[in-house]
Every structure is written in C-alpha cells, then in structure tokens.
C-alpha cells in the first residue's frame, strides 16, 4: 500500500514540470507552437513523482533531494522522447524519412536536440534549485507524517 507521500511528490513534480515547460518553450524557439507541450510535460513529471520518486522518499535528506534530480532528469528525458515520436511522425507525413531507418535516426537526432536546447546555465540553476526545494519539502512531510504515523 502506497503511503501519502507519493501524490503529494506527484502534485510537486507535476507542477514542478509545468512551470518548466513554460521556461523552456523560450528556449526551443520564441515562435515555435508548442501546443500542449507544458501539460504534456506535467502529466509526465507527476507520473513519474508517483511512480519513481514517491517511492523513494525518506532515507535521508541529501537522499530525498537526490531522488527529486534524479526524477526531473527523468522527466526530461522522457518529455524528450515522447515529443520526439510527435516529431517523427509530422516528419514522416510530410514524406522527410525515406524508409524506418532515417526515422530511428532522425528520432535520436530529434532527442538530442530537445536536450541540448536546454543547456542554457540559467535554465539548468532552475532545475537545480527546484530539485532541492521539492526535495527538502517533500523530506520534512514525510518525516512528519512518519511521527504521526509511530506516535499511534
């Protein structure tokens, strides 16, 4: 049985992953149509907050922020390559691949290219501090919802 930790670290990394999404639209391209890329990216992060950082959360402080990095890498990642089958699919209707190899490849070109947009020093400092602030918050609930729960 999951405890309550795990959608509250889903609630944090899905509005965690929103506002990220809005910080990086500037990035990828200031005219670009992203259309629902920040709600694609928040119900990403907070599937990922319930499945691998709510799970994890409470070892030790420096193990709980841990965790959230980790978690927001992961959010990233896996933003990038849902985006990158949208890609490749637009790109294959529109007749750019000849045949399914130049597809895998211009998937992983199409990954690598989200990513490396995002390498911007101001951009990773967000990330950074949001991951410590999401860490310490969900760590200090936990250890007090794990008081209540042994003070029975």
């Not at 799970?55 to 841990?66: K, V």
Request: glycine content about 12%.
């Amino acid at each position: 049985m999951f405890t309550l930790i795990r959608p509250i670290a889903a609630i944090l990394l899905g509005v965690f992953g929103y506002f990220a999404a809005k910080g990086y639209e500037p990035l990828f391209d200031p005219l670009a149509r992203m259309g629902a890329f920040a709600v694609w990216t928040a119900g990403i992060s907070a599937l990922i907050g319930w499945l691998f950082v709510g799970g994890r959360i409470g070892r030790a402080l420096w193990f709980s922020i841990y965790i959230v990095a980790q978690g927001i890498v992961l959010s990233a990642l896996v933003t990038a390559m849902v985006m990158g089958v949208r890609e490749v699919f637009i790109l294959g209707f529109r007749r750019r691949y000849g045949e399914v190899m130049d597809a895998l490849t211009g998937y992983i070109d199409i990954i690598i290219g989200w990513l490396k947009k995002a390498l911007v020093q101001e951009y990773l400092i967000f990330l950074g501090a949001g991951a410590v602030v999401i860490g310490i918050v969900l760590h200090v609930i936990w250890r007090m919802m794990e008081r209540r729960r042994n003070a029975r």
